[in-house]
């Protein structure tokens, strides 16, 4: 409980003091500690008998329409008033120094006790840090798993129950009852509660013939979750104390509600044959099936609706994941497509140029061979006229043209090549001016020969050779 009007509230409700500035005092003075206070008060106040159970009431089986009984924000809820009426106010005035002292001293024990428990964790943590972690017989201990006080109450109840009547039982869950409480939730049966009396003289009787009787645990194994507890132990007794028991062997149907509470839907008190017992327990599954068949369903539409969310989110995730997979593939060829087109108009441009450039360059070559050629032309001169100082030569190509011209004889062979070379029928610059019969070629070396010189006057029939 978190604020002070709940802890007021809850104090009231426990212990039956109606005036909310006394409850504000005692709750003060034990530092706003409620289970302090609570425990102090009852121990103190002499009219608390009525938390002790009637065995001399007569057995009675009540079955109550469902009704709602709150429960603890601890575990096992609010422990109920029994029938007896609360305590005057003038005797709690006159044991409230008690009290005051009494909590007190509760705390300066709780205190030191901490203390010593501190002390002892700090030690053993520090043998156990250096080897010397050993048990009472000198031998090493293993860690035990650590469990919440009411499932250990619970445990210690089983073990009991099986020494005291043996294994053929309800299958009573080693766990608290808010845990109990829980798991009949999840597994939407109804909650079997067994409150053990064992100073009850009709305790034994009851746990042998009818508790432990093998048609009755079959039937309580199969529709409910089992739930039993030691009136002697904490749990059980605020479980008495909150479904109000009065008379032992005392058993209860309950259920989970809303807001933490529960649903009180049959309680047998007294003992009770296997029969009774079992026709009771039948009547209120007969009576509860409806609400346990609703809720079943309630959970499977619940788990379907989750199910079925899960299902379309994971559609809508395979979808939008194939959307966004489509979409890269469109991007990238997109992105691929353009790389090529980029690729392509690059290559397309540095060709144009190369072309461009190619072409400027022949040209620029064209031009240079034409104004050699011209150059060359004009440094022959005049074809000179028929007489004995001109000689004839006829040049042949190797396509098969002929071209004829009359030179002076004193005109050397360099003239020669520039005749061929203005013609511009030939597409290489390196060739040699060759005579047959008898062989002779007018290289590099002859160039300043003339033609008289060469033995070519005062005619000469020539082929062009081209050099490799």
């Known amino acids: ?20 500035d006394l409850c504000t005092e005692i709750l003060a003075a034990h530092g706003w500690d ?26 009675t089986t009540s079955n109550t329409s469902p009704t709602i009984t709150n429960l603890p924000p601890s575990e096992t809820g609010l422990v109920a008033g029994g029938p007896g009426g609360p305590p005057g106010l003038a005797w709690k005035i006159i044991t409230l120094p008690f009290s005051i002292i009494c909590g007190s001293l509760g ?24 080897g010397l972690n050993l048990g009472r017989n000198g031998e090493s201990s293993s860690p035990l798993v650590s469990i919440s006080a009411s499932a250990a109450e619970s445990l210690s109840f089983v073990d009991s129950f099986d020494r005291d009547f043996g294994s053929i039982r309800p299958n009573f869950i080693a766990e608290g009852f808010m845990d109990a409480l829980q798991r009949s939730r999840h597994e939407f049966k109804l909650l079997f509660v067994y409150l053990h009396s064992p100073e009850h003289p009709d305790t034994p009787m009851f746990c042998e013939r009818t508790l432990c009787n093998e048609a009755l645990v079959a039937f309580i194994n199969e529709n409910f979750v089992a739930w039993g507890g030691s009136i002697r132990a904490s749990e059980g007794f605020k479980m008495s104390n909150s479904l109000k028991a009065s008379r032992f062997p005392f058993c209860a149907v309950v259920m989970a509600a809303t807001n933490q509470r529960i649903a009180l839907l049959q309680q047998v008190e007294g003992p009770k044959s296997p029969e009774e017992l079992l026709t009771a327990l039948q009547r209120v599954i007969e009576e509860s099936a409806p609400v346990l068949v609703s809720a079943r369903l309630e959970a499977e539409e619940r788990r379907n609706n989750i199910r079925l969310r899960e299902e379309q989110d994971a559609a809508y995730r395979a979808a939008l994941e194939a959307d966004q997979a489509r979409e890269r593939q469109r991007k990238e060829e997109q992105e691929r497509q353009e790389r090529e087109a980029a690729e392509a108009e690059r290559k397309r441009k540095e060709e144009e140029e190369a072309r461009e450039r190619a072409a400027r360059e022949g040209a620029e070559r064209e031009a240079a061979l034409a104004k050699m050629r011209e150059e060359k032309l004009q440094s022959l001169g005049p074809e000179p006229e028929k007489g004995p100082d001109v000689t004839q030569v006829l040049v042949r190509f190797p396509t098969g043209e002929r071209k004829e ?8 062979l360099q003239s020669l090549y520039d005749y061929v070379d203005s013609l511009g029928c030939l ?11 008898p062989r002779t070629v007018y290289g590099s070396e002859k160039l300043a020969l003339s033609l008289k010189e060469a033995g070519l006057h005062p005619q000469a029939s020539l082929f062009v050779e081209l050099n490799s």
């Open 1 to 20: 409980m978190g604020d002070v009007a709940d802890k007021i509230a809850y104090f009231q409700a426990i212990t039956g003091v109606e005036d909310a």
């Open 34 to 59: 409620l289970e302090l206070a609570i425990s102090t008060f009852t121990s103190s106040n002499p009219q608390n008998d009525h938390f002790t159970p009637d065995y001399t009431s007569e057995p």
């Open 107 to 130: 705390l300066i024990s709780g205190a030191v006790g901490f203390g010593v428990w501190a002390a002892g964790g700090v030690l053993s943590y520090s043998l156990r840090m250096i």
């Open 405 to 412: 011209r009359r030179f002076q004889c004193t005109t050397t």
């Open 427 to 437: 597409e290489v610059e390196k060739y040699s001016l060759v005579s047959n019969f």
